[in-house]
């Protein structure tokens, strides 16, 4: 069957290997310090960090029955696609990288699916289409989370599904309590939902509001298309009632898909891309993602020593916005899909290269405009919303997982009766050295790669624990042109003054103002502990396991 290219995705995960020590660098004075919101958390068992606490705990309790950070992802990410379907569901797409302890080996899992076969760019220019739409049945691609599911647990995992999305059901059945910022972008999609009846059901309090902050909200649509997962594994969805349901929502809108598009989805384990930074191997889900472009960053940030320029500095934010708008440029031109288009990964990461390319950063002066560089014989290949969570288990295993819905709960369009939102995606992951593991990403469209490099800088360069990591201001560029960049305003005030004086146009934000992305993070340090931290912009929490310290206790 011909198969429709995957455009650029906007997922990717990372890991932190590091050094011996808790930080495994020097640690920064006190006067530059960022003060953490909150303090990391601790133990010698395993911990999930998720942006929804109760979903969280479900990825724990799974640990306390025996199951490992695989078994515990994927029913955290069950719960959260539930809890949080502004980000993620059962028709988006997923990407893991996963440490695997015992080998030392990173695995990379690739669920993004296809677009189905019919959907040509033919087909829309006979519909007067000329551009790719955002919302609505053309956006749509195969939905590849449970597929991906299915390949974790396979591989890796050690529980059925029917116990590991036991907590999902239970909530999605008996309700859960919204929680903030979830409700807040909720509230945002209510006009979307409006628009179609099953959306109208689906996420509508009465078919008229989104749900409140602290209201309890069920789903039993939703609870049914799990069951039905719990029962059949990914055949409980690529077949029978929710495949059925899916195409006739695509036969309503006037789509193009088939049973086989969803038959015959399969997604990919992948061989991670890598660079070396000052030393750690970091590593990212290669294309048809953007996580290469946190790569290229790195190598050009890598000539310049940010660590002597000292945290929050003027020079080495300067170094790191020029840096995302060369890598990002290279990106957007050479990255696509693999399977239709040869995309120069190696040129792309070249060292050689980098050096080059980072000779274009002027020292005092922002570039407005950036060209991606020449690869010879290459040409351009084809081609927001979104959850991170990530897990370590008591034997030290992580997974670092992405799932979305690509944009504002997706493409606007339920399938009768499944209780889940279409996706609308047609419209780091280790650094390795010594003891010290991280398992970490920051979500948010075209912010990931960027907010992932300097995540690794925060660590690298300046010796931050993973919790002020998270927390420290971060900028970011969702343009490809130009000299605009948001900033949030606990970058110090002097240090933006700085940048307006080398021409960068910035835009400050307030905090947890949201266009900053959510991160989470875990860490396998010395001595067998672990750790957690979670972004303090969002909802999230880093739950650590309980020790079974009742067995003994007589009843």
Known sequence: MTRTPRLVVLAVATVLVGGATLSGRQSPSAATTPVPGRSVVATTLGIVAASQPLAARAGVQILERGGNAIDAAIAANA????????GNGIGGDLFILYYEAKTGTVHGLNASGWAPSGLTPEFLAAKGISKMPQRGIYSVTVPGVVAGWDAMRAKFGTKPFAELLAPAIHYAENGFPLSEVIAGGWARS???HSEHPNSKKTYLVDGVRAPRAGEVFKNPDLAGSLRR????????????PTAEAILTISKEQGGTFTAADLAEY??????????????????????????????????????FPLGEYGFHSPNGLHVMIEAKKLAYADM????????????????????????????LIVPDRAACQV?????????DAQGHDTIYMSVVDKDGNIVSLIQSNYSGFGSGLVPPGTGFMLQNRGGLFALEKGETKIGFGIMGGWNQGQAHAQFVSNIVDHGLTIQQALEAGRFTKGTFEGCDVD???SVPEVTRAALTARG??????????????????VMNGPGGVHFGASEPRHDGAAIPQAPAVFESVKR
């Open 79 to 86: 719960t959260i696609g539930l809890m949080e379907p502004t």
């Open 190 to 192: 209510a006009k979307m």
């Open 229 to 240: 997962i719990a029962e059949r594994g990914r055949d409980g969805y690529y077949t029978g």
């Open 266 to 303: 399969q997604p990919e384990w992948v061989m991670p891309v890598k660079t070396d930074y000052r030393g750690w191997n970091v590593y990212e889900i290669g294309p048809n993602t953007q996580g290469i472009a946190a790569l290229m960053m790195l190598n050009l940030m890598e000539r």
């Open 332 to 359: 957007l031109r050479y990255v696509g899909d693999p399977r239709f288009s040869a995309i120069p990964t190696a040129a792309m990461l070249d060292k050689a290269r980098a050096a080059d390319r980072a000779d």
């Open 371 to 379: 060209q991606p560089g020449r690869l010879s014989g290459v040409t």
């Open 487 to 489: 900033i949030e305003a």
């Open 504 to 521: 960068h146009l910035l835009e400050v934000a307030a905090p947890r103002s949201g266009g900053f992305g959510f991160g989470q993070a």
